[in-house]
């Protein structure tokens, strides 16, 4: 197998960061096992960044183990109170049947862009992978993260977006293919026909840019993995397969939803968030459509949603719920990370 | 590697059917060189095909080589005025634009299913593999094919689809991932957002069947010969790699849009037949939605694009051609198949 950049002693498995699914325990128990944890960012305040970085830089210390944090770097749009109205508009039946009035529901983002000050919490903890998600951040926020000798990642859905990463400055490109699970990460275009599956996406990738290439997007298994480094990966990301592990903290919801077989598939939806991402079928994206424009831009969708999550999530029903998943969950079965991390990687 | 199904001496490489654009050369060409050779049948009648057929079965005999002959097993629709109407409605610029009186432009089917009359044809050449596209025929007709000994190859979308193939008698599975070129084989459901990547469905049809899988949809080159192998694939399926090569009857404007990397992506569309084909942007493509509905069913929506596609082919734009492409065109630059064929398989 091709050395991982992070470190030449580990597995090159690389745990997906997965906001509002995972926190610490699960990039831990993936780093004991080999393999690199990673800490989704996106779902943090700075105050709450820094007390989870409490936790994890010492374990991670322990571990002898590098580790990634994760942000997403999206501009946070400017409050349209229109399009607030509209997406109101169209949940009004659901608030109406579970009794909830939505004067009292209040807007705002959901998740936080990277930012100065999170860099700022960043610097106390110098990780040594940073990664992003939908591009870079601005240049004098990207040379901050650079500064402490952290390595640059980013994930990238087309030969265009993987070259503009290695242009801007990131040191290892994500190639993310159609079958991930989760946020799409494209940042060029918002074109979802131009997004490609991992097989064609990943060679052409490898052959673009000249920076390691890790490979996200359907890989479950360690045929997955195999697969992945014949086609030029230095490394693969796997999201999915860790959603049912102990150490995260899915949840028994969503959890079940990923092991039925009888649940439906994992379509991309803008519902949730604004932005398409990939999750199980359910009640809303039924019922709203899975790609409808009714949603705001990003990320101020989850806001308005989150009184009849929570009220259907009390009742034991996911109809308003994201449930995270790629296409390919047959990897979840091992409720052991470290197990899974060793098995991905054929050990 | 794991023995192809077909011939134990011969390379895990399918040369993929791909009508209108290659016909016994390039089959034949392939076999010359260890591959299993395909030839389309779609757009022959009886008559046609049985010619086609003399000029091949020797060649293979010669060989020693077997072959597939490759069919569409769709329902010709009823014809429909209302939905003819319609396309041409949309069209009616184009046909202004290009001197064009539509009163002149026959309707009809551009393609023919499956049928008793072709089984008749094949009886007396007996291919050795039979393979459809969109499901399987009726069980009579079936049964015809396999009573001369062929094996029966079908094209499976989701794990769903390989299920009922291998219950209704299929002796392989290819899985046709969301990557490949042309058009998309799915017959259970017409909901293209349960299409996946081959990195999710090979392995996930691998181990739902107990047939031979052969791998479609991203492969360009041996690293993606050798990933679907590692995923579980008996064999692969290459279409877009061969399109390049001299013995294909690809025209030169598609072969010039397949080998230019500032030609668009290759997307889904309707336009050119009705039914979802990957396929490079063009004009038509852009001004019209490739995935519009206004195209009536399959495969009535030809007839009226032939005579603008002569107009503007004869003027060197390909306007309103179907650029049949997968979203990995990197092996688009062998001209030799049998170079490429050896190529594909590390040879």
Wanted: aromatic content about 6%; proline content about 7%; some cysteine.
């Amino acid at each position: 197998m091709p050395k991982p950049v992070w470190n030449a002693t580990q597995l090159p498995i690389v745990q997906a960061p997965m906001a509002g699914v995972q926190r610490s325990r699960l990039a831990a128990a993936v780093a004991g096992a080999g393999g690199l944890g990673s800490l989704p960012g996106a779902m943090f305040d700075a105050a709450g960044l820094r007390t989870e970085l409490q936790t994890l830089a010492p374990l991670m210390a322990q571990a002898g183990a590098p580790y990634n944090v994760n942000f997403f770097v999206h501009q946070t749009p400017a409050p349209d109170d229109a399009a607030e109205a509209r997406w109101r508009a169209r949940l009004a039946p659901y608030f109406a049947e579970h009794g909830i009035d939505p004067a009292t529901v209040p807007a705002g983002a959901g998740r936080q862009p990277f930012s100065a000050q999170i860099a700022e919490v960043l610097e106390e903890f110098k990780p040594p992978i940073v990664s992003f998600h939908f591009g870079l951040p601005a240049p004098a926020l990207l040379a901050r993260v650079k500064a402490w000798g952290a390595q640059v990642w980013s994930s990238a859905t087309t030969v265009a977006e993987a070259l503009w990463l290695q242009q801007h400055g990131a040191d290892v490109v994500i190639a993310q293919g159609l079958e991930a699970g989760g946020h799409r990460g494209h940042f060029l275009s918002d074109d979802l026909a131009l997004q490609s599956g991992t097989m064609a996406l990943l060679p052409q990738i490898v052959d673009a840019v000249s920076v390691p290439v890790v490979a996200a997007g359907g890989i479950a298994d360690a045929r997955g993995v195999q697969a992945a480094l014949a086609l030029g990966a230095t490394a693969v990301q796997v999201g999915t397969a860790y959603l049912c592990c102990d150490e995260a903290e899915t949840s028994a919801l969503h959890r079940a939803a990923l092991r039925d077989p009888e649940a439906g598939a994992a379509v991309l939806t803008r519902l949730f968030t604004g932005r398409p991402a990939r999750g199980i079928v359910n009640r809303l994206m039924r019922e709203a459509g899975a790609l409808s424009a009714d949603a705001p831009a990003f990320p101020t969708a989850t806001a308005a949603l989150a009184p009849l999550r929570a009220k259907a999530e009390a009742q034991g029903r996911t109809d308003f719920s994201p449930l995270w998943s790629g296409q390919n969950r047959s990897g979840c079965g091992e409720p052991s990370a470290a197990r899974l991390t060793r098995a991905l990687a054929g050990l």
